[in-house]
């Protein structure tokens, strides 16, 4: 069994953004439910809010100020907290894995601006974090959102020690050529059309090219949008993403001593997210 954390505080549920936010409160329910709080291997923790001086290390003052305006400030804060503190949970290796559940989105986040439901990049701020405070360097991301993370994409384009592998063509808009830069750390992969096709991308795409950079830890931002009941590839059912898990768990084994973090914004409806967050923990506790 591993040691896994699930980080949640219950401003990401009640303040969600919750147009494209629609399953958090009922992912995080859906865990308790199934009873895995009551494993020895499995703890929740209160996600704590970000500061302003962790949000500064990628984002301007002025972007800051913006978003302290709108109603998106305070879940942004704990949906960032929440991955900042799993973070270091893992590097400490006081947890072996985490999930954490969020209330924004955070992969078309740049350093001065934002849209589509993101404020902050509420995964790419924990690279800084950890660089400041460990001795963490390399970093492997994977998204399996609907669209092209270009905030990510644009905040790590010089950042050979990280790697990027984003699944997205066919759903992107037009973005600034820096939110395309494409090199041998910075890569995109076609969706799959079905839960079968969609798990074998990954399953090819990813886990030779983590290992092969060995990365100190892997961020998997989960976007659940691509399910067959919500807004984008609407081609998965939610018996994929318990199956996607087990793939990048694997690699994480393969490449970091099972350094992972599962980050999802439930980006899907209640009965989507209340049956795959049990799935993804039960694979990451290494439960059954």
């Given at each position: ?157 010089d950042d050979d020690e990280v790697l990027h592998i984003c699944f997205c063509h066919g759903y992107g808009w037009d973005e600034d050529p820096d939110s395309l830069t494409?090199?041998e750390t910075k890569m995109c992969f076609s969706h799959g059309h079905n839960d079968a096709s969609e798990i074998e991308n990954v399953r090819r795409e990813v886990p030779?090219r983590v290992k092969k950079f060995k990365p100190d830890m892997l961020f998997w931002i989960m976007g659940m949008d691509t399910h067959q009941d919500s807004y984008g ?56």
């Amino acid at each position: 069994m591993k040691k896994t954390g699930v980080f949640y505080h219950d401003i990401c549920g009640k303040e969600a953004y919750s147009s494209l936010a629609m399953g958090v409160a009922d992912g995080f329910k859906g865990i308790e439910k199934a009873g895995l709080f009551s494993r020895p291997n499995i703890t929740h923790y209160e996600s704590r809010p970000a500061t302003e001086e962790e949000i500064a290390r990628i984002h301007t003052r002025k972007w800051i100020e913006e978003v302290k305006r709108t109603q998106w400030w305070r879940v942004s804060l704990y949906s960032i907290g929440g991955v900042l503190e799993a973070t270091e949970k893992v590097l400490r290796g006081e947890l072996d894995n985490a999930l954490v559940i969020a209330g924004v989105g955070g992969h078309h986040a740049h350093r001065d601006s934002a849209w589509g439901g993101c404020y902050f990049s509420v995964t790419g701020l924990a690279i800084p974090h950890a660089r400041e405070h460990f001795k963490a360097r390399r970093f492997a991301i994977v998204d399996t959102d609907t669209h092209h993370a270009d905030g990510v994409r644009d905040i790590f384009k010089d950042d050979d020690e990280v790697l990027h592998i984003c699944f997205c063509h066919g759903y992107g808009w037009d973005e600034d050529p820096d939110s395309l830069t494409t090199n041998e750390t910075k890569m995109c992969f076609s969706h799959g059309h079905n839960d079968a096709s969609e798990i074998e991308n990954v399953r090819r795409e990813v886990p030779e090219r983590v290992k092969k950079f060995k990365p100190d830890m892997l961020f998997w931002i989960m976007g659940m949008d691509t399910h067959q009941d919500s807004y984008g590839t609407q081609a998965l059912t939610e018996k994929a993403y318990p199956a996607m898990a087990e793939i990048i768990k694997d690699t994480a084994e393969q490449s970091c001593g099972g350094k992972l973090i599962v980050k999802t914004c439930c980006n899907a409806p209640p009965h989507a997210t209340s049956y795959a967050l049990p799935g993804i923990v039960n694979i990451l506790a290494e439960i059954d």
